[in-house]
């Protein structure tokens, strides 16, 4: 079955980094486009960025544009999702997905100002 796993959450400081993973399987990793959402308490799921199953396209939500990077491994069945500058604001839990609606346990991401 599908399945996905993010890690790499943690408490960081307001300009700091982090770098997410998710490790996908159950499916043929590379042929799907895959995504990261994240979720802050009392607020709606947002998608943060997407991937194209080659890795040649990628699109970020502008709240995040410039800061965070989407990138995937398909010899390694994982997604990533490194994270520059990271603002009060990005804490979240973050999910990774595949479509049509699969996502992992998510992880969380907190970041003190």
């Known amino acids: 079955q599908v399945q996905l796993k993010e890690s790499g959450g943690g408490l960081v400081q307001a300009g700091g980094s982090l770098t997410l993973s998710c490790a996908a399987s159950?499916?043929?990793?590379?042929?799907?486009?895959m995504s990261w959402y994240r979720q802050a308490p009392g607020k709606e799921r947002e998608l943060v960025a997407i991937?194209?199953?080659?890795?040649?396209?990628?699109t970020y939500a502008d709240s995040v544009k410039g800061r965070f990077t989407i990138n995937r491994n398909n010899a390694k069945n994982t997604l990533y999702l490194q994270m520059n500058s990271l603002k009060p604001e990005d804490t979240a839990i973050y999910y990774c997905?595949?479509?049509?609606?699969?996502r992992g346990q998510g992880t969380q991401v907190t970041v003190s100002s």
């Open positions: 991937i194209s199953s080659a890795g040649d396209t990628t």
């Open positions: 159950g499916f043929t990793f590379s042929s799907y486009a």
């Open positions: 997905h595949r479509p049509p609606n699969y």
